[in-house]
Nanobody, 124 residues
Framework: QVQLVESGGGLVQAGGSLRLSCAVS????????MGWFRQAPGKEREFVAA????????VYADSVKGRFTISRDNTKNTVYLQMNSLKVVDTAVYYC?????????????????WGQGTQVTVSS
């Protein structure tokens, strides 16, 4: 059983920064990818960024390229999402997910484990 626990959300003004963390525990192995997704009220869950654990290869949604950075710490089994230059449109509940599908998928349906989510609110 794999458990994912997100932290680091909060309220920030537009232009500010936040760093989200996702701690992974349980039966894990290195051949998987971790992704960050977000879901705003009334909208579907959308892809933000993902990283392949072994190689560190990353993929980003166009809307966050140049502003967000995904990274992982192998020693802590933790994946991070550094969010800079935040915009009001970034407001959402952010979820981390884990997939064992090969590569670095961006579809939420390909992720089999999810955390409980952390709220990010960006004020104008």
């Amino acid at each position: 059983q794999v458990q994912l626990v997100e932290s680091g959300g909060g309220l920030v003004q537009a232009g500010g920064s936040l760093r989200l963390s996702c701690a992974v525990s349980g039966r894990t192995f290195s051949n998987y990818a971790m992704g960050w997704f977000r879901q705003a009220p009334g909208k579907e869950r959308e892809f933000v960024a993902a990283i392949f654990w072994n190689s560190g290869s990353t993929v980003y949604a166009d809307s966050v390229k140049g502003r967000f950075t995904i990274s992982r710490d192998n020693t802590k089994n933790t994946v991070y999402l550094q969010m800079n230059s935040l915009k009001v449109v970034d407001t959402a509940v952010y979820y981390c997910g884990r997939t064992v599908v090969p590569g670095v998928p961006t579809q939420p349906s390909l992720y089999s484990n999810w955390g409980q989510g952390t709220q990010v609110t960006v004020s104008s």
